[in-house]
Structure formats: C-alpha cells, structure tokens
C-alpha cells in the first residue's frame, strides 16, 4: 500500500549540512536514495539561516551569538555567507540547483504548480523523481528589505516561515521575548508575499503573529511542522483554538516526528498525534511535518516512512485517510496554492 501512495512532508532541513544528497548516507535524515525507498515523493526543503545560541522553546534573544555562523565557516561556505543571512539562503539555493543539475532525473526544484504536476505524471509512469520545493525557516534573510523577496523568489523559493526561534523584523516569535504581532514591515511583506503567491509558514510565529497574518490575508496558510497543544502541552506548540482558525481558512499543519513537538517520537504516538489532529481540524488539513535534518531526534529516518503507514492501519485509519495524510493533501494544496 505504501508504493501507491504519494508521500509528501511540509519540512526539512538537509541543505543545512555538507553532505553529498545523492549519496546514501548511514548518518543524517535525508538523502536521495533513502527518500526512493521510503517513496517519498514531495518534500519541502527550507534554508535554515540563523540559529541563537542556547537555542530553546521558551525565550531567546535576536542579539544571542548565532550557530550557523560558526557552521558556515566550518563547513567552508563561501566568505559572503559569513555575514549576511541572504546570501545564506541564496547558497541554500545554489546547492539544490548543484544537485538538480547533477540528477535532473531523481530531483527537480519546482516553481510553479504546472512543474509539480509534471514531476507527479513522471512518477505515475514509474518515475523516481522528487519534487523539492524550497522555503526559509524565518524571513531574516529579507535583512529588512521588500526587495530581498524578489531575490529569494527568482531563486526559487517559494514558501517563506516569517519567524524562526527569535524575534526579527517581521514580528514576535513563539521563542521570542516579545510575543509581539507582525511589525509595520512585517506587514508589508506578507501582503508581498500574498502578491507573489509565496506560502506563508507561521511554524515558528508568535500566536499574535498568526492572528495578525490571518487577518491580513485570504490566502491559507501551512505550519510546516509541529504538534497539537491539547495532545502535547509543550511551549512548542500553539493553542488548538488557533490551530483550527487555521484550517477553518484552508491551511495545513504538519505533523512533527520529535519529542518536542510530539512529546514521544514513536510511530506509535506520531500516529495517536495524526488522529488527534484529524479529529480537531478534519483530515484535509493534516499532513507531514518531519523536521528531518533539523537538530531533532527521530525514531526513523526518510527510508523508514512505511511506518507510518503501517501504523496508520494499525490504529484502524481508513484508506482515504492514510492517502490524504501522507502526501494527497499536501499535493492538493501546492497544486493550488503554488504559482
């Protein structure tokens, strides 16, 4: 049954690392050969561009030393990452293309919703080929600039988290310390970003910013990867309140695979996670959120997402249920929502 499905997953971070993706690596989440046995066949790949040190789920300061500057320096990205958060996304970017150009027939950035449908007849005719989509894990790469939207969307980007586990100049993060709405510029982005029919991601978004976005949009939103508070009462997750405010409006929430989120990372309870949040916000709003190659810990990398799906039987969901959770809904949703 898991062969037939269309797998998807709303978040993960495998750009972040220097590591070779077309390489099946014994270390990591990610790769293109355990994405083949694992089926997946649509995956978001977000830049991760800043990270505070001492990063937790309560509060962190904008002005904390950040991680990725010392990992870009040790991993050898070039000297005009060091510095500047854009140019970190934009190497992001350039390694996806790298891989694209290297293995056109395993993996495909997709821009628009007629590329993605096209990956998804390939695959119907046997195909392999994954369907990455790239975004940003916080619009600090915006450096505070309209213009930098247009940057990161001819780079391809094309799903944009407005926060990560800071405060920035869009708004207040949920690990923030102000728990502050959206800024007069954040405002204006997102109304950019709606424009240009970039998917807004409130992952890491304060509950303030998520209201202020609702109001300020029609579009649906996703929250690329996190738990439900009600079956998971961790300072990760928003209230479920808002969480069906957010599918009420369309959006989609993806399920995370780790303690943080989840509370017990097993396939066991990902799964109990799944029907909760299919019960609250009704199965066409629940999907994948992995955080693969974020710095989480998983009970199962990429290759081993039949799990799920035998998991998902075995709590007694029905076949409708498991295609839609898996990978239908989030194919739905960027056929529509994608430019």
Known sequence: ???????????????LWARDLSN?????????????????????????TKSPRGQNYRENSADAGDNITLLAVAQGWPPRTWNSLLERALFHSERATALLESFPEQFRIVHTAEDLRQVLQARERGASTLAAILGI????????????????????FRVMGLQHFFDNELGGSLHGQSEGGLTEF????????????????????SETVVRDVLALTERPLIVSHTGLKGSCNSPRNISDDLMKEIAERGGLVGIGFWKGAVCDNSPHNIVKTIRYAVELLGVDHVALGSDYDGSVEVSFDVGDLDLLTGEMLNQGFTEREIRKVMGENIQEFFLKYLP
């Open 24 to 48: 099946d690596a014994s270390y990591g989440h990610l790769d293109l050969p355990r994405a083949r046995r694992g089926n997946l066949g649509i995956q978001v790949f977000t830049s991760v």
């Open 186 to 205: 954040g405002s204006l982005a997102v109304q950019e970003m709606d424009r240009r029919s970039i998917i807004i991601d409130v992952a890491h978004s």
């Open 1 to 15: 049954m898991h062969r037939s499905l269309i797998v998807g997953d709303l978040h993960a971070d495998s750009f």
């Open 137 to 156: 894990e916080g619009a600090h790469p915006l450096e505070g600039k309209l213009s930098n939207i247009d940057r990161l969307y001819d780079a391809g």
